[in-house]
């Protein structure tokens, strides 16, 4: 009778994801915040600090989601549940917000607002929207187990 070996994700590969994917939350909160307090009192430092903050936040956040996309189309070692495939994709929208408004963020200070903050606010929405499903997964996971 053969064994079959259960596919594992990379320890390396994980350790990568779990190091980035909160920094890149992080980075896109601090930006919102830093937009909101921009809005608020028209200072250009916020404004520039945001920008820096969304570049960071995009370099922290793509690199997990190739990780994702590897363990989750390609390789199949994640399991494959509903809620990985809808995560990733809700992350991958929150990316993609992200990058028009860095567009956004390269304008003028006074070009940005209102648009950089709606999309700060969007990218911030979809990344909680796919953290509260993750934890949500994990959670029927575990009861279930």
């Given at each position: 009778?053969?064994?079959?070996?259960?596919?594992?994700?990379?320890?390396?590969?994980?350790f990568?994801?779990?190091?980035?994917?909160?920094?890149?939350?992080?980075?896109?909160?601090?930006?919102?915040?830093?937009?909101?307090?921009?809005?608020?009192?028209?200072?250009?430092?916020?404004?520039k600090?945001?920008?820096?903050?969304?570049?960071?936040?995009?370099?922290?956040?793509?690199?997990?989601?190739?990780?994702?996309?590897?363990?989750?189309?390609?390789?199949?070692?994640?399991?494959?549940?509903?809620?990985?495939?809808?995560?990733?994709?809700?992350?991958?929208?929150?990316?993609?917000?992200?990058?028009?408004?860095?567009?956004?963020?390269?304008?003028?200070?006074?070009?940005?607002?209102?648009?950089?903050?709606?999309?700060?606010?969007?990218?911030?929405?979809?990344?909680?929207?796919?953290?509260?499903?993750?934890?949500?997964?994990?959670?029927?996971?575990?009861?279930v187990?």
């Open positions: 009778m053969p064994s079959y070996a259960e596919r594992r994700p990379s320890r390396v590969a994980h990568f994801f779990t190091l980035l994917n909160p920094a890149a939350y992080g980075a896109f909160v601090s930006g919102m915040i830093f937009d909101v307090i921009y809005f608020s009192t028209q200072e250009i430092f916020w404004v600090a945001a920008s820096w903050l969304n570049f960071f936040g995009l370099l922290f956040a793509i690199i997990p989601r190739l990780i994702n996309l590897y363990q989750i189309w390609i390789s199949r070692s994640l399991p494959q549940l509903f809620a990985e495939r809808r995560s990733f994709w809700l992350n991958l929208v929150a990316i993609v917000l992200a990058i028009f408004n860095a567009f956004i963020h390269s304008r003028d200070a006074w070009g940005v607002m209102p648009a950089g903050l709606i999309l700060s606010l969007l990218t911030v929405l979809f990344l909680v929207i796919a953290v509260i499903n993750q934890a949500v997964s994990s959670t029927h996971q575990q009861e187990r």
